[in-house]
């Protein structure tokens, strides 16, 4: 068990990088406190799966150091970091039985067989796999052998953490959810810290306390899902997070409000402060599907819109209308309805963000958590 | 061009793969194909691009029994879920290629290869070579291979799967209207219900190699043929519930009752299941006829915007798709509420009797 820290990390996988662009993981210092549930989200090529291998110690950081526990671990092999991993693709061995799977990394610290077979017994039991224990592996289905792995990682009371490189892609849809929910499940048991490297939103967002967001290279936000969802700090993870993400619309400043390509959107007084300050850069309003209401009613406040598309998921609604030259997107619950004839939109305040350059600007209880 | 299954069945050493397959796909239509994992999806891809026999069974192109005709022979583009190119041609020669071994002349080539790439945009990187890409533009690479010919079928089969899924969103979007300008059938292969749903088109449900259900993906939703189906619709899975109804009750395991009425006025006495989709239940009565449930909290996972709530007593296990955030402790008692009318029923073998939307003209519905 243990709380992993980095400090002042960063990679290049060239052997003298001049640039920015030449690193693929840029300076950061970041923990990982012990007992926690981490996810590593972000898109392919962002450095997710760097940082990952620079924990396992697959990799080994061309700056700053990793510490587990305060000991810094850049020279000690995988091996000795006592860190579990659970892949892609489940490793293991086919031609063993379930039983002695679990039991072989026991085995090869010369546990006792009793004590291996307690634990063997206690892990299975958890997993779901007390049927199947002798059963040869390479004929079970890809989430029985993806338990297996994970169960490799449980045996063991010295593992350090648990790492998850996008466990659940061979999984199909239906089965995820249940080895989602087991996953839960076992880190409120085990207390062990995990780490889950995935690209999966809603994969990140159930597993996870805590999500680090990544981008080019950078943890662009630390935060509970819901800080994520609600007050994304970067237009990146508004992007990002939500399926559709954030419906991001540049402005400029006016007197009357914020022009949003032929539309004005009226600012009150504490927008309009907010926004002062970042005069001179290029802003960005913010709003999410969610929170974007349409209605077949004029309001004061209201914006008249097009409706252009409708997609309909069964369970939800998306809507794509036009406000002035900005395509946006709307989701609705299944039974509301949906304007037939003149539609308007409805920003309510509290969900409009801004951007300046990308990056929010934060009102006084929102304060930015890049690290 | 038309496409016509008949009774084609395909096994491999007595395990069936895919059992009496009766489908037709309309000149220029697009299709998607829904199923779990070993459905048969692939299986079906493969007996339509000639890669594989059938057992019986006939494929007919345009009236004519191309059975036995061989891949080379069919005019059919595929897309796998592996990234396919040739890594030592760069993007313009990898789209170039079905042109060139069609001895197209190379000023139509230029002129197609140009289109495709911009179509796909992935025009700036025609000079680049398939391992300096990312996955989704290598992925559009292989698509654009497979769209550069006028194939007279198109088959995708789960195109998207290795891609973020944020790069599926936008490129299942881009895919639609690309269909869109084509005359060609597209087939595209998914076990995802909101891609069949997003993709719009014509949806076959397959399960265990066979054909449950044709047609579009939100009257599947609705009106799903049995309970199989209504799980293939339904993330996270629908949940039953074992219950009997009577002359004036409905009851789950003598546990909740409530008077028969609505959808189950005509149904007769028995037992049965019913099944409730997760985003259908709420922790707050939403009417006065909402049936209580006191349940515990298995665990709570919270998504950004929602929570999927696992609840358990000893009847049922159940899961909620609530909109905010609950957070629950596990073993927490609480109390939820299931609507009557959202209720599915079916019966034990899983065939449906009643489905909870109303007049199935309101199903087809669909804007834009």
């Given at each position: 068990m243990a709380e992993i820290r980095l400090k002042n990390l960063a990679h290049s996988y060239a052997t003298d990088p001049e640039h920015t662009t030449d690193y693929a993981i840029h300076e950061m210092n970041h923990v990982w406190e012990q007992g926690g549930a981490y996810a590593l989200l972000g898109p392919s090529g962002c450095g997710k799966s760097t940082l990952l291998n620079i924990i396992s110690g697959l990799v080994i950081p061309s700056h700053g150091s990793v510490t587990f526990d305060g000991v810094e671990v850049n020279d000690i092999s995988t091996q000795d970091r006592n860190i579990a991993q659970v892949f892609q693709f489940p490793v293991i061995y086919d031609s063993m039985t379930v039983y002695d799977n679990l039991a072989f990394p026991l085995r090869n610290m010369k546990v006792l067989e009793s004590e291996i077979?307690?634990?063997?017994?206690?892990?299975?039991?958890?997993?779901?796999?007390?049927?199947?224990?002798?059963?040869?592996?390479?004929?079970?289905?890809?989430?029985?052998?993806?338990?297996?792995?994970?169960?490799?990682?449980?045996?063991?009371?010295?593992v350090s953490a648990i790492l998850f490189d996008e466990p659940l892609t061979v999984i199909d849809p239906n089965l995820k959810w249940k080895l989602r929910r087991k996953l839960k499940q076992i880190h409120e048991r085990y207390n062990i810290t995990m780490v889950y490297v995935t690209h999966d939103q809603l994969e990140a967002s159930t597993f996870a306390d805590k999500i680090a967001l990544m981008y080019e290279g950078k943890i662009v936000q630390f935060g509970t899902p819901r800080e994520l969802f609600e007050n994304p700090n970067h237009t990146f993870v508004g992007y990002f997070i939500g399926s559709p993400g954030m419906n991001l619309l540049k402005m400029t400043l006016s007197e009357q409000g914020a022009e949003l390509g032929g539309i004005t959107f009226g600012l009150n007084a504490e927008q309009r402060a907010l926004l002062q300050g970042a005069k001179n850069a290029e802003l960005t309003l913010g709003i999410r599907p969610e929170f974007v209401q349409l209605s077949a009613q004029q309001n004061e406040e209201s914006l008249p819109c097009t409706i252009q598309h409708t997609e309909d998921l069964g369970t939800y609604k998306i809507v794509t209308v036009m406000l002035g030259d900005h395509s946006i997107k709307i989701r609705l619950d299944e039974e509301q309805q949906i304007p037939t004839q003149d539609a308007y939109l409805n920003f309510p305040n509290q969900w409009v963000k801004f951007y300046a350059d990308d990056y929010l600007i934060n009102s006084t209880e929102g304060e930015a958590t890049s690290e | 061009?038309?496409?016509?299954?008949?009774?084609?069945?395909?096994?491999?050493?007595?395990?069936?793969?895919?059992?009496?397959?009766?489908?037709s796909f309309e000149p220029g239509s697009f299709n998607v194909l829904l199923g779990r994992t070993l459905a048969g999806k692939t299986s079906l891809m493969r007996i339509i691009a000639g890669l594989d026999k059938v057992n019986s069974g006939k494929v007919i192109v345009d009236g004519v029994d191309v059975t036995e005709q061989s891949v080379q022979k069919r005019n059919i583009s595929m897309v796998y879920q592996q990234f396919i190119n040739y890594p030592n041609m760069n993007v313009y020669d990898n789209i170039a290629s079905p042109l060139l071994l069609a001895g197209t002349p190379a000023s139509e080539i230029k002129k197609r290869v140009q289109e495709t790439a911009e179509m796909l945009r992935i025009e700036a990187f025609l000079k680049r070579y398939p391992l300096e890409l990312s996955g989704g533009q290598q992925q559009r690479t292989a698509m654009a291979r497979a769209l550069v010919k006028d194939a007279t079928i198109l088959l995708f089969d789960e195109p998207l799967v290795n891609l973020d899924y944020k790069l599926r969103e936008e490129l299942r979007q881009e895919l639609r209207e690309l269909f869109k300008l084509r005359n060609s059938i597209a087939i595209y292969a998914t076990t995802e219900p909101n891609e069949a749903l997003a993709l719009g088109g014509t949806t076959t449900l397959l399960h265990q190699g066979r054909v449950l259900q044709t047609g579009p993906a939100i009257e599947q939703y609705r009106y799903p043929i049995n309970l199989d189906a209504a799980d293939l619709y339904s993330e996270p899975p629908i949940n039953i519930l074992p219950g009997t109804i009577s002359e004036q009750e409905v009851t789950f395991d003598e546990y909740a009752s409530f008077p028969v009425a609505g959808h189950f006025k005509d149904v007769a006495v028995g037992a049965y299941r019913f099944g409730i989709r997760p985003s259908h239940m709420s922790l707050v009565p939403k009417n006065d006829d909402d049936i209580e449930l006191a349940v515990q909290v298995e665990v709570a996972e919270i998504s950004a915007s929602e929570t999927f709530l696992h609840v358990a007593n000893k009847h049922f296990q159940l899961v909620l798709q609530l909109s905010g955030v609950h957070d629950y402790r596990t073993n927490t008692p609480v109390k939820i509420y299931l609507p009557p009318e959202k209720l599915f029923l079916f019966d034990f073998e899983g065939g449906i009797i009643k489905a909870p939307y109303p007049a199935r003209e309101q199903g087809a519905q669909q804007h834009g």
């Open positions: 077979d307690a634990k063997v017994r206690e892990v299975a039991d958890i997993l779901e796999l007390s049927d199947i224990l002798q059963r040869k592996a390479n004929n079970l289905s890809a989430d029985q052998k993806q338990k297996i792995s994970m169960g490799r990682g449980l045996v063991r009371d010295d | 061009m038309s496409l016509v299954l008949e009774n084609v069945n395909r096994s491999v050493d007595n395990t069936s793969y895919l059992k009496d397959i009766n489908l």
